[in-house]
């Protein structure tokens, strides 16, 4: 195993996911794990991620001498790196140029870390206000870029690396090499982990934390997520596990009935549909607030557990779908970063919730959670559905969300559905969406005069949610989409497409 120290760097878990897509697994721990725990874990190489802070903050994060001097390899990575040369007795300071994404690496030493790349000009990605500007006589430079004399070092007996460019991030183009390099060369893995090793791994777990008792919730969303979550607890405790289906009114058109007509069945899991789309539309009457809206919506999935546990008797666990972007958008995972939005499931629980947490999927991307399905035999139409998030249609009205403005974006969304499938683009993109503005305009309808409402439609192609690019879609099929929502929707007299990626933006609107 390498163990991942978390600086609160938006990237580190794409740290780990380079290494197991090496076949090499690894865990992701605070930076200020404690150090018996840490010795405890025996890993074969530690990783120091990159962070926010600068090593000359005050209170900057920091790791103690004994992780550096434990005998086990130590990559430190941008901020990772700082500390490393610091702890050495080096000197860092605000470089002139601050670096921001693509650089020339130049390799000086091809050999441990950089072996068998191909060429000794190296595209890498950087993001760091701060370098090293004077290593310490047990630390030797092995590239360098035109900002950063010291753009990747080693110590003398080959046990230190430091790296200031981010070499998990697809940009650095021999990035996922390096990171090989260090687990196999410098670690001395042998790269036979699998995710079906992973869904084993969970299995046990779950069984060893719920015990031989107590029994699961778990609210099924029709997405892959909570499929997959539940498929991996239904394999660790058969009938002690619950599943439910909340109609939160919030759902696009068709979902009910399809999860009504067998999907659980094809899941082999028992499931109870609940009605609660009055309770829902009613919390969220006169909210306009997105992080509200998340909130409450959130807050309102709990009561619904809560109410169903109380019904069943001795459920002292509640399961969720919860994937890695949803944690590191909410909330920092096991180390500082910061918020983006909070995912319903995540920021939006209450503080004081009576069920405890099971979310085996937690550290994973959404292609590893489907890769998991499949390992788990699951069937293609669940385990490729369409991403659609826990809030439903109120992250995709702007403003108040209301039954009339439901109804609208509904019909809208179900054209958007139809065309794109219909075009057979639904397994290509990552998401094809309608979302209803808060904003109406002008416009002629026959002879008439039209105040009414804007549609945008939003297509994205993305391989994690991380980030992504909006969809070239053809303009004959933008045409359709245009065509048929106004003609047919009640309310839009115009429909625009929305052309910004993530970052800046985010894919849904709220
Ligand atoms: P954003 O809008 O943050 O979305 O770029 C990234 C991916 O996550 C989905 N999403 C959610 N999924 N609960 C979920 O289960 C949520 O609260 C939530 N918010 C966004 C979104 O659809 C996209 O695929």
């Known amino acids: ?41 025996a890993p074969k190489g530690v990783i120091l991620s990159g962070g926010p802070a600068s090593v000359y903050q005050e209170q900057a994060p920091d790791i103690r001498d004994e ?70 006589p047990s630390l030797r430079a092995i590239a360098h870029t035109a900002n950063s004399p010291y753009a990747a070092v080693r110590s003398l007996d080959g046990r230190l690396w430091g790296v200031q460019f981010h070499p998990e991030v697809a940009h650095t183009v021999a990035g996922a090499q390096i990171l090989r390099n260090f687990a196999y060369n410098i670690c001395g893995e042998q790269g036979d ?10 299995i046990a777990e779950i069984r060893e934390r719920v015990g031989e008792r107590d029994q699961v919730l778990m609210g099924l969303s029709g997405g892959v997520d909570s499929a997959v979550a539940a498929a991996l607890i239904s394999r660790a405790l058969g009938p002690r596990l619950h599943c439910v289906f909340v109609d939160t009114g919030l759902l696009r058109a068709g979902e009910r009935q399809r999860i009504e007509q067998g999907f659980a ?10 009605d609660a789309a009055e309770l829902f539309l009613r919390q969220l009457a006169g909210v306009i607030d997105p992080e509200q809206k998340r909130r409450i919506i959130g807050h309102t999935f709990i009561e619904v557990f809560e109410r169903e546990a109380h019904r069943l008797e001795g459920i002292r666990f509640l399961g969720q779908g919860t994937l890695y972007p949803d944690v590191i958008e909410s909330i920092p995972l096991k180390g500082p970063s910061v918020t983006i ?34 390992e788990l035999g699951l069937p293609d139409e669940i385990v490729e559905a369409e991403p659609f998030p826990g809030p439903g249609l109120a992250v995709r009205i702007v403003g108040e969300v209301t039954q009339e403005r439901l109804t609208v974006l509904r019909a809208a969304d179900q054209i958007v559905m139809e065309e794109i499938r219909a075009a057979g683009l639904a397994s290509q993109l990552w998401q094809a969406f309608a979302v209803l503005l808060a904003l109406k305009s002008v416009g002629v309808m026959g002879d008439e005069r039209s105040y009414d409402n804007v ?43 929305d052309v910004t990626p993530k970052p800046p933006a985010t894919i849904e609107w709220e």
């Not at 195993?1 to 380079?18: H, K, N, P, V």
Request: contains cysteine; proline residues 3%; positive net charge.
């Open 341 to 374: 939005k909070t995912h319903h499931n995540v920021g939006g629980l209450p503080e004081r919730m009576r069920l405890a947490l099971i979310e085996p999927l937690r550290e994973l991307f959404k292609d590893e959670a489907r890769q998991v399905g499949r």
């Open 67 to 136: 992780v550096l001097s434990a005998g086990c390899p130590v990559l430190g990575i941008c901020y990772g790196m700082y500390l490393l040369a610091h702890h050495l007795g080096g000197r860092s300071a605000r470089a002139h140029a601050r670096e921001y994404g693509p650089a020339t690496l130049v390799i000086d030493e091809a050999a441990g870390l950089f072996e068998g790349l191909n060429g000794h000009d190296q595209p890498v990605w950087m993001s760091h206000g701060d370098r090293v500007e004077a290593i310490p």
């Open 455 to 497: 549609i945008a439609v939003r297509a994205v192609r993305s391989l994690d949610g991380m980030t992504a690019d909006w969809a070239r879609l053809d303009s004959s099929l933008l045409d359709r989409l245009s065509t048929r929502i106004t003609n047919e929707v009640k309310g839009i007299n115009r429909v625009v497409y």
């Open 265 to 274: 069945a094809r899941l082999r899991i028992e499931l109870r549909v609940v």
């Open 1 to 41: 195993m390498i163990l991942i120290l978390d600086f609160g760097s938006q990237y580190t878990q794409l740290i780990a996911r380079r290494l197991r897509e090496a076949g090499v697994y690894a865990e992701i721990y605070p930076y200020n794990l404690e150090l018996d725990r840490l010795f405890k874990l």
């Open 193 to 202: 982990w699998k995710l079906k090793d992973f869904a084993e791994t969970k």
